[in-house]
């Protein structure tokens, strides 16, 4: 298991380097001056930019210009913004977390329907649950998803008044924002109307997130499906049943299991995916995501902000994705070791 | 009382909107602390047999029998889950391939006990727990695996196979089985391993009296450890008798075939003589011939052969041939 986390670390080290190498060019590769898109400071006068010059090592070679760019980084020091002067790092600490939080509560939603819907259309195999689920699934998933949240909207805000159509949070609630993340905020907070704040802001949430599980909950559905089937058709689920346990014994002890380990290996994968499907979605409902202010900030060529934008968001996909590996590795024992012999 | 009286078992797959009849009325009967072999090339039907008897085909299969009795209740008049349940209770099955019949994701422990009957254990259920580690681990020390504690804290993959298929036998044990199937019980593994295997079957049948159907493809090993043998051809059944009657006076083209193929068996082969074998191979699902199967290998295969023979028995010798050689002995 030792192995197997410094295994992962290293990975995660190794694409650290490629990400912000690959941030550091980008810099060279904007239009404009490099020293600007790195550092963001546009109205520099002739002094600060001698001093800019020095800190950032451009007046040597390129791998030492890399370095001070690392080490500003480490400092935390991603630049201040061009369209708005303010550091980029303060932005990214505001606007992460609430990426996080409705990418993380979207994927919780899409995980806790999709793969039980996939294992009950599995189980029902070619009945009539099986080829509803699909056919929904199917629905789900070629549904564009800023026309499914302008739809949600319409309904769930306009219509039927249920929701609240865009933000985080109402204004009559003052929240200290202490982890970012609103609900543990919320929850810190000794505010009288806690609870009321808490219920609130569930409320904000599950419209977006509702949104941003759809396209993932299907792909969920599917394999589910698909792994649950070859799981329930493998000679280990036709040993236990000459066992003599009954079906949902089977089910509960064997399948269950196994079929997770397959889908639990695609979640770090779509995960991804969702975070793309996060951004439009934040544009739409005005969620004050890093999304919708890279989006702004791509449509201001504030170059600074894209950058570090790029790192934030890869470093945490990035994160996600060792996170599902681990649990992946602990779920399944073939992974966490190497075969001997076999 | 016979324990097992089967008798013209057909098994249809539905495929697509197609109906093939791969096993066709084959019957077998088991006497009480019998060791019966069932012999047959592979594909010829034996592990489906079995998986028919044990019920654990899924629904694609349909099982059809003039007779279908277990210890003289007719199951065919049971619905499936009463059926289930007799067999289940008193028939254990080992699989072929024993690692791919474990778990992966389980430790052997934890699929050792809960193979385990909860009527062997008493008291309560706070009290069962530690009963049923206690049962786990008098079971592998039933079938020879000294080191327990690693053995039941390990996953299958951790094991060697030979392990494994003592694990699975282990487990088929747990129930107190009447009657124990084994599917090719030894497939993939060196001779040592074999016999071991073998002996521990053996023992288990003249110790507890437990019924053993043993499949294989191996005639040879067969010889020593079976009182009786029946042989299957692509899922019709051939010829049932004693383990002598088969080797030294078959009846069936077939069976001689098979018992000339193996070396060992026929000792009256000359060094570096042709060994004979029939010619051709075992048929595919999508061409089966009609009638007698084996009638396009058939040496002695005429007109008659497009309708299947019916099963003809001499003396308790059964088989199921138009031209049987008995009289040519």
Redesign the interface.
């Known amino acids: 298991m030792l192995i197997f986390t410094l295994r992962r670390l290293n990975l995660f080290i190794f694409t650290l380097i490629v990400l912000t190498a690959l941030s550091f060019s980008l810099s060279f590769l904007f239009p404009g001056d490099a020293l600007i898109n790195l550092t963001g400071q546009v109205n520099a006068t002739p002094e600060q930019r001698l001093l800019l010059i020095e800190e950032y090592k451009f007046n040597s070679n390129i791998f030492q210009q890399y370095w001070a760019y690392l080490s500003h980084l480490f400092d935390g020091d991603l630049g201040v913004s061009i369209a708005s002067h303010l550091p980029i790092s303060s932005e990214i600490m505001n606007l992460l977390p609430a990426t996080i939080e409705l990418s993380v509560v979207a994927l919780i939603i899409a995980m806790v329907v999709g793969i039980p819907l996939g294992f009950i259309a599995a189980v029902n195999h070619e009945k009539f649950a099986d080829n509803t689920i699909l056919f929904v699934s199917m629905l789900g998933y070629s549904i564009p998803i800023f026309w499914l949240g302008l739809l949600a909207i319409l309904i769930f805000s306009i219509e039927l008044g249920w929701l609240p159509s865009a933000g985080r949070l109402s204004l009559v609630y003052e929240i200290e924002p202490i982890t970012g993340i609103q609900f543990f905020d919320i929850l810190m907070s000794n505010s009288e109307y806690k609870w009321q704040a808490f219920q609130d802001a569930t409320l904000h949430i599950i419209m977006p997130a509702c949104v941003v599980a759809m396209a993932p909950m299907t792909t969920f559905i599917r394999l589910a499906r698909t792994s649950m089937m070859e799981v329930l058709?493998?000679?280990?689920i036709?040993?236990?049943?000459?066992?003599?346990?009954t079906f949902w014994?089977i089910i509960h002890?064997?399948a269950i299991?196994?079929a997770l380990?397959n889908v639990i290996r695609y979640v770090g994968l779509r995960f991804a995916n969702l975070v793309t499907l996060a951004m439009v979605t934040e544009v739409i409902f005005s969620w004050p995501g890093i999304g919708r202010w890279l989006i702004e900030s791509i449509f201001q060529r504030d170059y600074t902000a894209i950058q570090g934008g790029l790192l934030a968001l890869s470093s945490f996909i990035f994160i996600v994705h060792i996170l599902s590996d681990f649990i992946y590795a602990a779920?399944?024992?073939?992974a966490r070791e190497h075969?001997?012999?076999? | 009382m016979n324990l097992l009286d089967i008798r013209n078992l057909s098994l249809v797959m539905i495929s697509g909107n197609k109906r093939v009849v791969v096993i066709d009325r084959v019957s077998l009967t088991m006497k009480e602390g019998e060791l019966r072999g069932l012999v047959g090339e592979s594909g010829s039907g034996k592990s489906l047999l079995a998986?028919a008897i044990?019920?654990?085909l899924?629904t694609k299969w349909i099982i059809d029998a003039d007779r279908f009795h277990w210890r003289g209740t007719d199951l065919m008049r049971l619905s499936v889950s009463e059926r289930k349940k007799i067999i289940?209770?008193d028939v254990?099955?080992i699989?072929q391939?024993p690692m791919?019949?474990?778990?992966?994701?389980?430790t052997i422990g934890e699929q050792l006990e809960?193979?385990v009957?909860d009527k062997q254990l008493t008291g309560f259920f706070w009290q069962k727990k530690k009963q049923r580690k206690l049962a786990a681990v008098k079971l592998l020390h039933k079938v020879g695996i000294k080191k327990h504690s690693l053995c039941t804290s390990s996953?299958p993959?951790?094991l060697?196979e030979a392990l494994c298929q003592r694990v699975?036998i282990a487990?088929a044990l747990?129930?107190r089985p009447i009657l124990l199937i084994a599917d090719e019980p030894t497939a993939a593994m060196e001779s040592t391993n074999q016999g071991q295997i073998f002996r521990l079957l053996a023992s288990l049948n003249q110790l507890k009296n437990m019924s053993v159907l043993l499949i294989s493809h191996d005639l040879e090993n067969m010889t020593h450890w079976t009182n009786r043998i029946t042989v299957m051809y692509s899922g019709q059944f051939i010829e049932a008798g004693t383990t002598e009657q088969i080797f030294t006076t078959p009846f069936h083209p077939y069976t001689k075939a098979l018992v000339e193929s193996t070396s060992h068996a026929n000792l009256n082969v000359t060094p570096k003589s042709r060994l004979s074998a029939l010619p051709g191979s075992i048929p595919i699902l999508k061409h089966i011939p009609i009638g007698c199967r084996l009638g396009p290998r058939c040496p002695r295969a005429q007109k008659a052969c497009v309708d299947a023979p019916k099963t003809k028995s001499h003396h308790g010798h059964l088989v199921s041939c138009h031209f049987s050689l008995k009289d040519t002995y």
């Not at chain 1, 036709?238 to 346990?245: C, D, I, S, T, V």
């Not at chain 2, 791919?100 to 389980?106: G, I, V």
């Open positions: 058709e493998s000679s280990y036709k040993a236990a049943k000459a066992k003599g346990l014994q002890r064997h299991r196994n380990v779920l399944n024992p073939l075969n001997h012999g076999a | 998986q044990m019920g654990v899924d289940s209770k254990a099955m699989f391939e791919s019949c474990l778990d992966p994701t389980t809960e193979a009957d996953y993959h951790q060697t699975m487990m747990a129930r």
